[in-house]
């Protein structure tokens, strides 16, 4: 969630200075980015945080499957965060981590370690249309949503189940990406993304992602606790519940190195 | 002195307040020979059942202890029958350092097909068909972790461990029986030598580069022909050797490049090179590109569709990864290994589905006689908590491979049904 702090700050800083000036002469494109940025600012100095993620994969006659994850974070000033993904559940593939080292001018590094073979992998970061442990969450989906990995345009206010949102356009930088555009409702007065609409390589409408539950830590940071993923081609969802949120706990870079890996419990 | 270690070790446990967390296995495999054996035993159906836990235990913060027992039930193969440890190791971690030791398994490598580099610990060969299985391995093992120049480990290793060979009633059956009993040393200390080892390891943006120096008893025996009353039959030979080697992977987005390179040297063992370099390229979504392009009717690509040919055709969440490897020993034929001028090709597929299936189709090919060996690896996720594993070998053209002549009748496909727990 983080961006080149020196665009970010020259950009904050036009924001600010010039809001109410240039309200009138804002582009789409630049009042999209603005919000954009002012959503990840409001976000910034969360330091470490870790979670429980329960996903629950459900196919179209409703039958159900469970993994179990816990997630790790830590924020890097001027860079990308780092996270770690530890699979309990399904049993099988319980042990399994799984780093990310994410970047915002160059690719994330991702290793994954695989506890049967002692084996610690560099993996390819460029997949990022394939799904998440089979789900209908992408690899980008999860991921961490960096600002310069977009771009904008803003296209309307709108009262979203009562709440007054901004909707607005992002389109994937990355070529590897799976998506044409998002369409985002961004909650106003919290700025959260409450809804995001995907739009496959072909421009049809693909998945919807609800945000719901949240709540907010250290007076500060907002987190979901649940988001539902439904694929409308498919007909499969998928719903991540997050609980036991915990901010600033003291983790340490060494928790986020390779060395790391193979001792995550 | 080490069995003290080891119960000094399972008391500390037993007595700490600390969690407990496991992860274990129980399993069931049948493997069918459709031909019969040049053995002395002429089965051609085998069962057998495995069970496994690897323990970690906190005995303090930072400090802790692992502990993985097997044990093996093999209807045909005595030599399978048995129980053990893979793991019990005391790890104590400070920022910068890692400090191992005890009974442990260390991997080293990238390559697909095989791992010359990979000498820490001895194979398990009769464990798993694959040859992916390792024994335990006495060491002290420290660890020291740099930002900037990489990291650095050092082991002691003063316990050797045989390889494991099949046994007299087992498949696939060498051709000749290889008598444990009969294992002879260059060290005049046996498997009481002391090992040592070295390495260094660094990433550099794209490629991740590791370097390793070690001195001891290869692992990878010679096998001498005995006559004995009972006839003739193979003798392991373990000579010192010193290897250095290298591994490295350089990775640009969808490709892999690797390789693993040793050269080892010795009073009894030929001076020599071996290496293992290839790619692997993915094609991630792979049949994705038929439905973007309109190449399908449009029917077929809804979700009420039930013909299997139809729904794969539709499937754009499946990755193909192709595998090419080359596979040399400076030795050539002379070689106490099997890969020594061989190419391997590889198909992996990755359904991405609920399931977590997978499929590997492979061929490696001798370049200089022509033996080939075909090879297929499946797997899927069952009821949760189970995974139904396929794993065929068929052995073809073996006639003129001095080896893998004996393996003529011994091609098989083994199903597995683990729970995992």
């Known amino acids: 969630m983080t961006f080149t702090s020196k665009y970010r700050n020259l950009t904050a800083a036009i924001v600010l200075l010039f809001a109410p000036a240039i309200a009138m002469s804002q582009s789409a494109e630049e009042r999209g980015l603005a919000i954009a940025v002012e959503a990840d600012a409001r976000d910034q100095g969360y330091v470490d945080s870790s979670a429980n993620m329960r996903m629950i994969l459900r ?19 001027g860079d990308g965060d780092k996270s770690l993904s530890i699979f309990d559940e399904p049993a099988d593939v319980k042990g399994t981590t799984s780093l990310t080292w994410s970047h915002s001018a160059k690719p994330d590094e991702q290793w994954l370690y695989l506890p049967a073979l002692k084996r610690v992998k560099r993996i390819s970061s460029k997949n990022k249309s394939g799904p998440f442990m089979g789900s209908e969450f992408a690899f980008e989906d999860i991921g961490s949503q960096e600002v310069d990995k977009y771009t904008y345009k803003y296209l309307r206010d709108e009262n979203l189940n009562g709440t007054p949102t901004f909707v607005m356009e992002r389109y994937p930088v990355d070529k590897n990406s799976g998506y044409t555009k998002q369409v985002v409702w961004i909650e106003q007065d919290r700025y959260l993304a409450q809804k995001i609409e995907f739009y496959d390589r072909k421009g049809a409408l693909l998945k919807t992602l609800a945000s719901s539950d949240f709540s907010q830590y250290l007076d500060k940071f907002w987190r979901a606790a649940k988001l539902e993923m439904v694929n409308h081609q498919s007909g499969k969802s998928t719903t991540l519940e997050f609980s036991d949120y915990q901010f600033q706990t003291g983790l340490k870079s060494s928790d986020f190195s390779k060395n790391a890996l193979k001792r995550q419990k | 002195m080490y069995r003290l270690f080891l119960t000094g070790l399972i008391a500390v446990a037993s007595t700490s307040a600390f969690a407990l967390d496991w992860r274990g296995n129980i399993s069931y495999e049948l493997t069918y020979f459709p031909e019969s054996s040049v053995g002395t035993d002429n089965w051609n159906f085998n069962s057998s059942f495995g069970a496994d836990v690897e323990l970690s235990h906190d005995l303090a913060d930072n400090v802790f202890l692992t502990f993985h027992p097997f044990a093996r039930w093999d209807q045909q193969d005595d030599e399978r029958t048995r129980a053990g440890a893979r793991e019990l190791l005391l790890t104590t971690v400070g920022d910068t350092w890692e400090f191992n030791a005890g009974l442990g398994t260390v991997f080293w490598g990238v390559t697909e097909s095989r791992n010359p580099v990979d000498i820490i610990n001895q194979t398990d060969a009769i464990e798993d068909l694959t040859g992916d299985e390792k024994l335990g391995q006495v060491m002290l093992n420290l660890k020291w972790f740099t930002d900037s120049i990489g990291e650095f480990e050092a082991f002691l290793l003063p316990r050797f461990e045989e390889r494991t060979f099949i046994g007299t009633n087992g498949r696939p059956f060498p051709g000749i029986n290889i008598d444990t009993d009969l294992t002879t040393y260059e060290s005049s200390e046996a498997e009481d030598n002391i090992d040592f080892a070295l390495r260094w390891a660094n990433s550099f943006d794209a490629w991740d580069i590791g370097l390793h120096y070690f001195d001891g008893t290869s692992r990878d025996p010679v096998l001498l022909p005995v006559v004995t009353e009972t006839g003739a039959v193979l003798a392991p030979r373990y000579s010192l050797l010193r290897q250095v080697g290298i591994d490295a992977q350089g990775l640009y987005g969808d490709l892999a490049i690797k390789t693993e390179t040793i050269h080892q040297s010795g009073d009894e063992i030929e001076n020599h090179a071996e290496s293992v370099t290839g790619i692997e390229y993915t094609l991630v979504g792979f049949l994705s590109p ?18 299997p040919f139809k729904r794969l055709a539709c499937n754009d969440r499946m990755d193909l990864g192709l595998v090419l490897e080359y ?11 099997l890969f020594q001028n061989d190419l391997l ?21 001798d370049l200089d006689n022509g033996a080939t060996t075909l090879s297929i690896e499946a797997s899927t996720r069952l009821f949760d908590s189970y995974r139904l594993k396929v794993f065929g070998q068929q052995f073809l053209n073996t006639s003129d491979d001095t080896v893998l002549n004996a393996f003529e009748n011994e091609s098989f496909l083994q199903v597995d049904l683990t729970y995992f727990y």
């Open chain 1, 59 to 77: 196919n179209r006659a409703g039958k159900e499957s469970i993994r179990n994850v816990r997630i790790k974070s830590l924020e890097v000033k």
């Open chain 2, 290 to 307: 038929l439905q973007e392009n309109d190449k399908l009717p449009e029917e077929w690509c809804t979700p009420d569709v039930r013909n």
């Open chain 2, 327 to 337: 596979l040399w020993d400076q030795r050539g034929t002379d070689s106490n290994q």
């Open chain 2, 345 to 365: 090709a590889g198909l992996r597929f990755a359904f991405n589905d609920t399931a977590t299936s997978d499929a590997l189709f492979g061929i490696v090919q």
